[in-house]
């Protein structure tokens, strides 16, 4: 009987373990850690780096210690428009329509048709400044 209460009791999730404490000192690190990668990224073009290699290493580096999450959590608290830039950099639709254009510029480029990808790249950006602004106003409203 008794080995048997004991496994009712024995439960698998706890609150601790589903929902852990918040880390209420975390700006003592994320702040410093912040400004570090500003100074890396800002001596990287300064000094003339390879500018893919720094973004690279400092992209990773953000967000395997969740800087990038961190910093989205700060724009988040500005009231109103604070939550419609986290919403609207977290679309990924827009990641993945950014991330096809790109591809079809570089297989036009090689292929010799430069003049038609300044085209196609202004008509993408324009198609996705009008999807922000459209997401903003629909939201606010």
């Known amino acids: 009987m008794d080995s048997k209460q004991n496994q009712e009791n024995i439960k698998i999730f706890t609150q601790e373990s ?44 953000a967000a395997l210690s969740h800087v990038l999450a961190w910093g989205l959590g700060i724009i988040g608290l500005v009231p109103i428009i604070g939550p419609l830039i986290v919403k609207v950099l977290s679309l990924s639709i827009i990641w993945l329509l950014n991330a096809v254009g790109y591809l079809v510029s570089f297989t036009a480029i090689k292929r010799g048709y430069s003049k038609d990808v300044l085209t196609y790249r202004g008509l993408t950006i324009a198609l996705l400044t009008g999807i922000v602004i459209g997401y903003v106003i629909g939201s606010l409203v």
């Open 18 to 61: 589903i929902a852990p404490p918040n880390k209420s000192g975390a700006w003592k690190i994320m702040l410093p850690l912040s400004i570090a990668l500003g100074a890396i990224a800002y001596a990287a073009w300064y000094y003339g780096w390879h500018a893919k290699a720094v973004t690279t290493g400092v992209m990773l580096f």
